[in-house]
């Protein structure tokens, strides 16, 4: 082999640029290997690798996911030792919480990075994202930019597959943050408590210096027993946290709440919806406060940000009832959510929820009773089928809705159309909520993938039937059957 000089590293075929090692992983459905020839015609000049590549010089490893990290890292200059990154993981509020603790973060003049499942977003430049954590070498190649352009402060949204994939080795965390943890993503781990010990990895002496644990749930008090780095708590429950919040107050305006921490106290009114943000703050208020961030300012920047794409989003075209889209897609954050938009009224709750294909087929029937309990209309219909039968999808959620023995149930393939039958619904006063896909930009079935927007759709719908100017409201159509 000839001298070369290695640029960089792609986990990636398509991405390659001339220098760079091309990381052939294995995959769930192919092995990059076989795209080492379009490596190699993109510029790679070697492969690294669990098999030989013909194409390309090869470094042979066991696990080569848990070389690409470390070999990043090293590759981009160890940009996370020149960075304060502060992880955020848990089932549910990873992105609200990232969102808040990057707020915290400007506000109190840090230039800051957002690695999250939403965007990724530094000082010169934001993307849309394609995963809740990157793979290793592009997440490296974030910081090391993110370093380029003088961040010195990372809010970085950690999955649990991230954690089991090692995406996120070679990165050392001043702070992680552990939301809460329920049942998710059983298609990928084996049970509860392999998904509970993927995400404990985050918080080993190794990778991190200091954890923020909420422990308003059994596994938060299990990890914080467990752990051996030096942590704090926060509760909306528990006095005995380091840091807890009482006086909580959520309407379709924001929401409130008196933070104590050590001799201090302070109210914050954050102008995001649902009771459920309050835990996201104190997570991100007491990380800010490991930061050395002055509370006022931390609380300033928070309270400044005006929503989280996807996360109880309210879109409103001047119908006389309240209109959202939630990312609740299980069923922790269902009984996080509907109490909330209960409050917000004394009409009907309707919902429009659905299952994401491939995904773990056991919380199917659980999110369509959960639905069907807490809201009066739910009208079943597809997410992303990806490569399952949507009408066996639809046929899970219903079942479980029927079972409920509560609200009417429709079924609605078309998930514009069923956005539609929602808004055709709602009369004044209700509460009509679009659950499940948040901000994702596409749907898919099987191969194919097209633009769809539920913030778009839903807007949409509303327009369309928001009378002109002087006229009334109409009354809604009657109840659709089951189909």
Same mark, same amino acid.
């Given at each position: 082999?000839?001298?070369c ?26 092995h ?14 070697a492969v690294?690798?669990d098999r030989p590549?013909?194409e ?11 070389v ?21 993981t848990?089932t549910n509020?990873?992105?609200s919480t990232?969102?808040?603790?990057h707020?915290?973060?400007t506000a109190?003049g ?20 394609v ?15 993110f370093h ?12 649990s597959?991230? &954690?089991? %994939?090692?995406r =996120? ?6 702070a /992680?943050i552990?939301?809460?943890? !329920?049942? #998710?993503?059983?298609?990928f ?14 918080f080993?002496?190794?990778r991190?210096?200091?954890a923020?644990i909420g422990?308003d749930?059994?596994h ?5 027993a467990?752990?051996?780095i030096?942590?704090c ?5 528990s006095?005995?946290a380091?840091f807890y919040?009482d006086?909580i ?14 001799d201090r106290?302070?109210?914050?009114r954050?102008?995001? &919806?649902? %009771?459920h943000q =309050?835990d ?5 208020? /007491?990380v800010?406060?490991?930061? !050395?961030? #002055? ?19 309210r ?5 006389p ?9 299980n069923?922790?954050?269902?009984h996080?959510?509907?109490?909330y ?5 004394t009409?009907r709750?309707i ?10 087929p ?15 209309i739910v ?24 079972a ?5 149930v429709?079924?609605e393939p ?28 596409v749907?898919?079935f ?5 633009q769809?927007?539920d ?8 327009e369309n ?5 002087g006229?009334e ?11």
């Open positions: 082999m000839h001298d000089r290695v640029t960089g590293i792609s986990q990636d075929s398509r991405l390659v640029s001339p220098g760079e090692v091309y990381a052939a992983l294995p995959g769930s459905s192919s990059g290997a076989a795209f080492a020839a379009e490596a190699a015609a993109r510029g790679a000049v690294i690798s590549c013909a390309l010089p090869t470094l042979v490893v066991d696990n080569p996911r848990q690409v990290g470390p070999l990043a890292s090293w590759l981009y200059g160890e940009p996370s030792h020149h960075l304060d990154v502060f992880g955020v848990g509020g990873k992105t990232s969102y808040l603790l707020a915290g973060l109190a840090l230039r800051t990075g957002l690695i999250s499942g939403v965007t990724v977003r530094g000082p010169l430049e934001a993307r849309p994202a995963r809740t954590t990157p793979e290793a070498s592009e997440l490296q190649q974030t910081l090391a930019a380029d352009q003088g961040v010195t402060g990372v809010a970085l949204e950690v999955s597959h991230a &954690l089991a %994939l090692h =996120v080795d070679g990165i050392r965390f001043r /992680a552990f939301t809460n943890l !329920g049942p #998710d993503h059983l298609d781990h084996s049970d509860l408590d392999d998904y509970f010990s993927a995400k404990a990895r985050l080993s002496p190794e991190c210096e200091f923020v422990i749930d059994d938060g008090g299990r990890l914080a467990q752990i051996e030096p942590h708590t926060f509760s909306t429950r006095r005995a380091d919040a006086n107050r959520a309407d379709e305006h924001g929401t409130s709440f008196v933070v104590h921490c050590a106290r302070a109210t914050v954050l102008r995001l &919806l649902g %009771l =309050v996201n703050a104190l997570g991100a208020l /007491a800010s406060s490991r930061a !050395g961030i #002055d509370l006022d300012a931390a609380i300033a920047g928070m309270e400044s940000l005006d929503s989280v794409p996807g996360r109880m989003q879109v409103d075209a001047g119908q009832f309240l209109a959202f889209v939630d990312y609740m897609h069923t922790a954050g269902q996080r959510q509907f109490p938009l209960r409050s917000l009224t009409g709750i919902v429009v929820v659905g299952a994401t294909g491939d995904r773990d056991s919380k199917r029937h659980p999110l369509g009773w959960t639905a069907a309990t807490f809201a009066d009208i079943v219909t597809d997410e992303s089928p990806h490569s399952e039968d949507p009408a066996d999808l639809r046929r899970h959620i219903a079942l479980g809705a029927w409920a023995e509560h609200a009417e429709i079924v078309h998930r514009a159309e069923a956005i539609v039958r929602a808004v055709e619904l709602a009369r004044a006063g209700d509460v009509v909520v679009v659950a499940g896909r948040g901000h994702d930009p749907q898919t099987g191969s194919t993938t097209r769809f927007d913030r778009a759709e839903l807007r949409k719908a509303l039937r928001v009378p002109r100017r006229a409201w109409g009354s809604p159509p009657a109840l659709f059957s089951r189909q």
